[in-house]
Each structure stands twice: as structure tokens, then as C-alpha cells.
């Protein structure tokens, strides 16, 4: 998990190392717990501690202010007293921006799904510019959000790269799954973002359009090709002006219509995404 892998990371980098825990239980969306050397551990968000009964006064300032600066925050307690509070900083990738902006262009609306705390999702939403917020939302109800949208007519395209975004990948019309994100999420979408940037989002859509209507466009002069040639070469003309369609014109005729499709399909080489990133090959 990226968070307990974060905080793992930084412990041992102050010579911290952690010790084995027995009774362990994940709970989704909330946190862990487990016993360590006699005592009952637990780390998690707000929800986990209001389960556990765990008075959070002593902390609630500091949890306040990571949360205003778009911070996760873990609680920790031991044997039911709260022992402090971890602030984690989600950062934004540099183009994230840019992604929302080029989707807002095409007429496409972001909404950010998260199961962090309300105060940091909308942090995070202010920075991107984004308008619509579903936050604390568990793992299994990512999904859910989803079908919603769905019943309401919506056309949705799901962007994850956690294991708990896998359901929510399936349900969507189109899962896009960022490439440094988890196996599972990666075998859900039908679309796999192999450079992990958001701008790639908008990127992989305009590239569908082309391709969709390039495909249009082959379908019509393939059908132009054969609407106008095969009452040719069947004799229409013959009866009147005595015009007959030679085998060897007709096979040409026949070789030109692949070339152009073939040809039309290979100029895809030179989409260019109109947020001018590297052409794609």
C-alpha cells in the first residue's frame, strides 16, 4: 500500500526498524491493527478511530492543519489512547493541471473520487481547478460512484492506479489505468497510460477520435470504391456504350482501394495531441 510503504520508508531512514505484529486485520478504506509486544496497534484515518473508540482531542489541531495543506493523515493509538498523528502529502504531478484543463477544452468534466478526507480532496481539487468532489468514498463504493454516474446517463471514463480502484476500472465504460500503478488495476482497464501522466489521459482520447474517424473515412471510400465500380465491371455500361470493365483494370482498381485505406491508416502516425506533447508513434 503507498501509504504504509511511505511510512515504512521514513522510519527506516530515521534507523527505525519495525517489529513483526501478530492478529493482523486490513481494514478497507480505514486502516490496520494488529498486537505488537502485548499491545493493540492502531493506525488509520478518522473513521478507524471513531470505530475503536479512540479520543482524537490531543492531535485534532495538528490533523486539522496537514489536512488544510491537502495532507493524508494517519492516526495511531495504542491499547485505545491516541499516540499521534502522521501527515502525508499527496503531490500532484507538475501536468496534472494541464491534464484537467485540456479535458475542460474537450468538453469532458473531471470529478475527483477519493476516499481521503474531505478537507484534503478538496485542497487537491482547488489546485487542479476541478469543481466536482466525491470524498471518503470506501473502496468498494468507488464502484458504486461509478454506476451512478452511469444511471444518469453519463459516459464515464474511471482513471485509477490502486488495487482499490480495480472495481470502479471494470464498472466504467472506459478504465484508464496509470502504468507505475498496481498489477490488478492494470489487468481491469482497457487502456494502460505506459509514461504514468495524467496528460496522457486526454491524449489517449483524442487519439481514439482520430482513429474512430479515420476508420469512418476508410469505410467510405472503401464503399465509394466498390458502389461505383462493381456495376461496372458487372457491365451496366455495356448495353449502351458498349464500356466493359477489363479484369486487369479491375484488379487495379481493386489494389488502389487498399492503398487508400492503407495509406489513410498510416497518416495516424502524425496525430499530434492538442496539448502539443510528443507526437505519438
Known amino acids: 500500500h ?35 509486544g502485548g499491545s493493540r496497534v492502531v493506525a488509520g484515518n478518522r473513521a478507524m478511530m471513531e470505530d475503536e473508540q479512540v479520543d482524537m482531542a ?57 476516499g481521503d478526507s474531505s478537507r484534503s480532496v478538496d485542497a487537491v481539487a482547488r489546485q487542479l481547478g476541478i469543481s466536482s468532489v466525491r470524498a471518503e ?33 471494470a464498472q466504467a465504460d472506459v478504465g484508464i489505468a496509470i502504468g507505475s500503478g498496481t498489477d490488478v488495476a492494470m489487468e481491469s482497464a482497457e487502456i494502460i497510460l505506459v509514461k504514468s501522466s495524467p496528460v496522457d489521459v486526454a491524449t489517449a482520447l483524442q487519439l481514439g477520435k482520430a482513429v474512430y474517424k479515420r476508420i469512418r473515412g476508410n469505410l467510405f471510400w472503401a464503399f465509394a470504391y466498390n458502389s461505383a465500380l462493381i456495376p461496372l465491371a458487372a457491365g451496366v455500361l455495356y448495353p449502351v456504350w458498349h464500356i466493359v470493365f477489363k479484369p486487369e483494370l479491375a484488379g487495379l482498381a481493386m489494389a488502389m482501394s487498399s492503398v487508400t485505406v492503407v495509406t489513410r491508416s498510416l497518416m495516424l502516425k502524425r496525430f499530434k495531441p492538442e496539448n502539443n506533447r510528443i507526437p505519438v508513434a
Do not use: W, Y
Open 137 to 169: 468514498v470506501l473502496p468498494r463504493d468507488k464502484a458504486e460512484e461509478v454506476h451512478k454516474l452511469q444511471l444518469a446517463g453519463e459516459k464515464v471514463a474511471f482513471v485509477g492506479d490502486g488495487i482499490n480502484d480495480a472495481p470502479a476500472l
Open 2 to 36: 503507498p501509504i504504509a510503504e511511505a511510512i515504512v520508508t521514513e522510519t527506516r531512514s530515521r534507523g527505525i526498524e519495525p517489529v513483526s505484529c501478530t492478529s493482523f486485520v486490513s481494514v478497507d478504506g480505514k486502516g490496520v491493527a494488529g498486537m505488537v
Open 58 to 114: 490531543v492531535v485534532t489541531a495538528f490533523a486539522d492543519d496537514f489536512e488544510k495543506r491537502a495532507m493524508t493523515v494517519v492516526f495511531c493509538a495504542v491499547d485505545g489512547k491516541i499516540l499521534g498523528c502522521i501527515g502525508l502529502a499527496d503531490v500532484v504531478k507538475p501536468d496534472a493541471h494541464s491534464a484537467v484543463d485540456t479535458l475542460g477544452k474537450m468538453g469532458i468534466q473531471t470529478v475527483l473520487l477519493s
